[in-house]
C-alpha cells in the first residue's frame, strides 16, 4: 500500500493492489487508515511501554484501557482474574477502578514468574489488600482451580488473558477460564495486534497465525455460549465506530 498525505489538498491518496482511491483527509475513512498505520508503527516503536498507571508500568495502548475501564463500569464484577502480571500496572488498573466506583472485591493476578521486585511493590501498593498474587502456569489446572477457590459463590466475574500470546496457549486458557465467566461478562483475550504487525521489525513471520485473536475466533466459532462482541461504546458524538486497538477480536461475551 502506498499512502500520500496532502495537507494543502486535505487529501489522502491510497494506492493499493492496483487501485487508487482519493479520501478527504478529514473524513473518517482517512482517519481509520492514518490511525491503522499509527497503531502498527507504535506498537514497533514500544510506545506502550511509556504509560504508569497510579505509580505501576501499564503496558497498554491507552484507548484499550479507556474501553476496558468502559467494560469494567458495564459488568461491575465482584472479581476480576488477570493471566499475566509484569509489573502489575494492570492489577492497580482494575482494582483502582473497582475502589472508585464502590464495587467489585478482587483482582486476581496470575503469572507463571513474579519477579520479586514487581511482587514487593505490588504488595506495597495502596491497593493491595483488593489484589491477590498466584503463581505457576494460567493454564495448568492447579493454577486455575486456586484461582477459583478465590471466588464466592454468586460473584460475577470478568477475565483478561495477557500471559503467554501463543495461539495454543491462549486457546488452553480460554477453555480453562470460560467456566469462571458470569454471563453477561467476559474473557478478553488482548494482543492479537500480533497479527498485524508480523512483518514489523520487532514481529515474526509466525505470529499471521500463532496469535490470540485467531484463538478467539476459533474458540467462539464452537462454543455458543460465547460471542465475538466487543462491548458497545458507552458514549459517542462522532461518526466514528470502531476502536483503534490492539486487540483484534479480543472481546468474548458469555450469552446465556
Known sequence: MRITIDTDARTLAVEEDGAARTLDLWGKDAFELISDVWLRTSWNAKYPYTFTWLDRPIIQHPEDMVRTQEAICAVRPDVIVETGVAHGGSLVFSAGLMKAMGFGRL????????RPHNREAIEAHPLAPMIALIEGDSAAPEIVDAVRALIRPGERVMVILDSNHTRAHVARELEAYAPLVTPGSFIVATDGIMREV???PRGKPEWVDDNPAAAAEEFAARR???ALAPPAW??????LDRPITGWPSAWLRRVG
Do not use: H, L, Q, T
Open 107 to 114: 483482582v486476581v493476578g496470575v503469572d507463571i514468574e513474579i
Open 198 to 200: 508480523a512483518d514489523a
Open 224 to 226: 455458543p455460549d460465547f
Open 234 to 239: 458507552r458514549f459517542n458524538e462522532s461518526a
